[in-house]
């Protein structure tokens, strides 16, 4: 079995090498998005420290549809007075499908950018690469549902690719503890590169482990989503028209949100985008768990009436739904401070370094065979 394991481990090594190795270095780079947005982009994405309070979420509301005319808002993500992060609104250009990403000032109501499509800054370039390699809506292929995802479904795989070269490197070298630390310096270039191959990979493999399942989780959850909505050439709902009453005070569904459950912190709001979607407040119920994320608990509302439907609390749901809703804080590394972003960012360059070893040791144990073959 273990040679088996080996010889699966280093050709999927060499031919999933290079597209593992983009969403490696990607992630590395991403566990900073924001540190990154804030350095790149401090007209835009970043604010200055402030006292004032936040305008009313209607009023800001009423701001955006004024300055964007052609769009309907789709979704926003909104935080507490004193942020350092302007709010991201996500709004949907009307006569299509399209959704944009523009910057908020939450103290003025003014747009800190126009609509941007994803992809537009080098983040958003970055996390687009991180979670489709770019592949996906390929016009040089025939155009269908496995198509419009195909990146989608390759950094699924890539995900998979992940699980089974941990799993199987812990296997193989199952005694890792007794040399963790043993690095033979004196010793030939293989003997070298097998040491830090599986140093390396007995380090990095915990946190390598766990970004393999989450990734897997959320790359086949999306992709599930989209399949059941669309598989069947269902199109996508074309915006022409506003999808719930003016009338309704976004205000008032946050505010009541916060009575719903004690504590409670918004958020996030979806706003109705397609035809009988409600209104949606997400948030952070009180916790002291540092891996559940703030938009584990939600609220709903009418979009023409904006009357209460229904409440999810995560503090009321099983450790299933609790490990799930972990994933997110798991995968990005946003649940240690800055301690935790450093870890995961260097785990993230660790595959380079793994690539490289192994490469060379298959390479060597490639030539050894082929050797043998020749006497």
Not at 22 to 34: A, E, H, N, P, Q
Not at 122 to 131: A, F, I, K, R
Not at 279 to 304: K, Q
Not at 342 to 362: E, M, Q
Request: aromatic share 14%; glycine share 8%.
């Amino acid at each position: 079995m273990r040679k088996s394991l080996h010889k699966w481990h280093g050709w999927l090594g060499i031919i999933f090498m290079v597209p593992f190795l983009l969403i490696c270095l990607t992630g590395s780079i991403l566990v900073f998005k924001k540190e990154i947005d804030g350095w790149l982009l401090p007209d835009v994405a970043a604010l200055a420290p402030s006292n004032e309070p936040r305008l009313p979420l209607n009023t800001l509301k009423q701001r955006v549809n004024q300055q964007l005319p052609d769009y309907e808002i789709g979704s926003w993500e909104i935080f507490p007075a004193g942020h350092d992060e302007a709010d991201r609104v996500f709004v949907i250009k009307e006569g299509t499908d399209a959704w944009h990403k523009v910057h908020l000032n939450p103290y003025t109501g003014e747009l800190r950018s126009l609509p941007t499509e994803p992809g537009h800054y080098l983040t958003d370039w970055l996390l687009e690469l991180h979670y489709t390699l770019l592949l996906n809506d390929l016009e040089t292929l025939d155009f269908n549902f496995a198509t419009e995802h195909f990146g989608l479904l390759i950094t699924l795989v890539l995900g998979l690719f992940l699980l089974f070269m941990g799993i199987s490197g812990l296997i193989m070298y199952r005694r890792f503890w007794a040399r963790f630390f043993t690095l033979r310096w004196d010793h030939r270039l293989l003997v070298v590169f097998s040491d830090l191959h599986k140093m390396a990979g007995t380090f990095a493999s915990p946190v390598l482990l766990v970004l393999g399942i989450t990734g897997v989780y959320y790359n086949g959850l999306i992709f599930y989503e989209e399949w059941t909505e669309h598989g069947g050439g269902q199109e996508h709902h074309i915006m022409t028209e506003r999808l719930y009453a003016e009338s309704v005070n976004i205000d008032e569904l946050v505010a009541d949100s916060q009575t719903r459950i004690e504590g409670f912190k918004p958020t996030y709001v979806l706003f109705p985008f397609e035809p009988e979607l409600p209104f949606t407040v997400f948030g952070r119920a009180p916790t002291a768990n540092p891996l559940l994320s703030n938009y584990g608990s939600v609220s709903n509302y009418d979009a023409w009436s904006g009357d209460y439907l229904s409440t999810y609390n995560l503090n009321e749901q099983g450790a299933g739904m609790k490990t799930l809703d972990a994933f997110r804080r798991l995968h990005f590394g946003s649940w240690g401070g800055l301690g935790v972003k450093a870890l995961y960012s260097f785990v993230g360059l660790l595959p380079l370094l793994l690539a490289i070893t192994g490469g060379y040791i298959w390479w060597q144990r490639r030539n050894k065979r082929q050797r043998r073959r020749t006497y």
